[in-house]
């Protein structure tokens, strides 16, 4: 006897009972959008804490920089001098030199009372303020420096003298001065660059005559120093 095996579908029954059970043994649902919310909440409160701690960091920072007293850089020296002469000591004391100046060939160079000069190679040029254009007197040069190695130009004004003075020794000059009433001061060296074949200086003394019977230089004596103090030369009244 042939047994008949095949497959025959679930009573409606069971079908219920089989869905009831199903249900009983599902999941919970999976609460994803809670922690993504609780993760947006975790962010926020992170960078809120990061911005209080750079806060709490800055502001002692901001507050010393506030209250940081003010600081001024100190006034650059300038390598220009007065034209007005500078008393100095000694005129044997070799650490004072005249300032020095280097210019250019032709560059104007102000003396004083509006007079002014200018240098070239081998001439000084000088002129009064009511002049345009400066006259010329050379050559001058260290290798024919003359009996006394100094020459100069004078302009007598009401306001006072203006003497322009060149130097012509083979030593170099490290100092240049003037003596007036009893008082040494330390003019200016003005010189072109490199190895010149001259210097130059430049005084305002007290008023003068250039027909004084006494001399032009009455009263006023220009001498020229080495690096060791030692006097090269001098020009005016030697009874200083």
Not at 26 to 45: D, K, L
Not at 218 to 228: E, S, T
Request: aromatic share 6%.
């Amino acid at each position: 006897m042939k047994s008949d095996i095949t497959p025959q579908p679930p009573v409606p029954e069971l079908w219920q009972v089989l869905d009831d059970a199903t249900r009983e043994c599902a999941p919970t649902v999976f609460p994803g959008e809670r922690i993504v919310r609780r993760a947006r909440t975790m962010r926020r409160r992170r960078r809120l804490a990061t911005a209080v701690v750079a806060v709490a960091l800055l502001v002692p920072l901001a507050g010393s920089l506030a209250f940081q007293p003010h600081r001024t850089a100190p006034p650059a020296v300038s390598a220009a001098t007065s034209s007005a002469p500078r008393p100095f000591a000694s005129p044997e004391s070799a650490q004072d030199r005249s300032p020095v100046r280097v210019v250019r060939v032709g560059e104007r160079i102000e003396a004083g009372l509006g007079v002014w000069y200018e240098l070239k190679k081998r001439e000084f040029c000088t002129a009064s303020p009511e002049e345009a254009e400066a006259g010329c007197v050379g050559p001058v040069d260290v290798v024919q420096p003359g009996t006394v190695p100094m020459t100069a130009n004078q302009y007598f004004r009401k306001e006072g003298t203006v003497s322009i003075l060149v130097y012509t020794g083979k030593t170099p000059a490290a100092r240049i001065t003037v003596t007036e009433n009893g008082r040494t001061a330390e003019l200016p060296i003005v010189r072109l660059a490199g190895r010149p074949a001259y210097v130059s200086t430049y005084a305002v003394t007290a008023p003068t005559s250039g027909d004084d019977p006494r001399g032009m230089f009455h009263g006023v004596l220009f001498r020229v120093y080495d690096a060791h103090g030692k006097e090269l030369a001098k020009l005016g009244d030697h009874s200083l």
